[in-house]
């Protein structure tokens, strides 16, 4: 089931990345109310474009580990970082923002 699990949380990142380009961090460069360093919003804007797809690499990453992991504490530690995502993103959004259920789905792969 780890295999499973790495899929869809290699999926889920890419989708963070793609989607995200698409439905937000294009808007990005016109969005007011950003905090202003060195002069300008610049920075605040490119911190939050790069930290958004940093996401997506640490998915990928852990993807990577569910595959060749052998070591069932290190799993179950994947799974609860699962679940503990998709708990915030649950709440957060109210459970309008779909990723939670990709989240979860992986968390109890990993437990099988």
Not at 35 to 53: E, Q, S, Y
Not at 57 to 66: I, K, Y
Request: hydrophobic share 60%; proline share 3%; charged share 10%.
């Amino acid at each position: 089931m780890t295999g499973a699990a790495a899929a869809i949380i290699f999926a889920t990142g890419l989708l963070h990345s793609v989607l995200g380009e698409i439905l937000i961090l294009r808007h990005l460069p016109r969005m007011q109310g950003f905090p202003i360093a060195l002069g300008n919003d610049l920075l605040a804007k490119r911190t939050v474009h790069f930290t958004w797809h940093l996401a997506t690499v640490f998915a990928w990453a852990l993807a990577v580990l569910c595959l060749t992991l052998h070591d069932r504490y290190m799993l179950d530690v994947i799974s609860d970082a699962m679940f503990g995502a998709a708990l915030v993103t649950a709440v957060i959004s109210r459970a309008l923002h779909p990723g939670w259920i990709a989240l979860v789905s992986a968390g109890i792969l990993l437990r099988l």
